[in-house]
C-alpha cells in the first residue's frame, strides 16, 4: 500500500501509526507490548546505524 502510492510524510506517518495503534490494541499482555516496542527500537536502530554508516564510508572514500 505505501509502496505503491507516492504518499507525503505526513501521510506515511498517519499509516504507521494508526497501523501500530490498531495492533497494539489487540495486544493483552504488557511482556507482549515490551516485545514489539524492542524489535521496533532495534530496527530503527540498525536502519540508522547502516544508512548512516553507508554514508558516512561513501563520503570519506
Known amino acids: 500500500m505505501i509502496l505503491d502510492e507516492a504518499l507525503s510524510l505526513e501521510e506515511v506517518e498517519a499509516v504507521i501509526h494508526s497501523l501500530t495503534r490498531h495492533f ?3 495486544l493483552t499482555e504488557i ?3 515490551d516485545y514489539f516496542q524492542d524489535r ?5 536502530d540498525n536502519y540508522v546505524e547502516t544508512h548512516f554508516e553507508e554514508n558516512f564510508e561513501e563520503n570519506a572514500g
Open 40 to 44: 521496533i527500537n532495534d530496527m530503527m
Open 24 to 26: 497494539l490494541d489487540n
Open 31 to 33: 511482556s507482549d507490548i
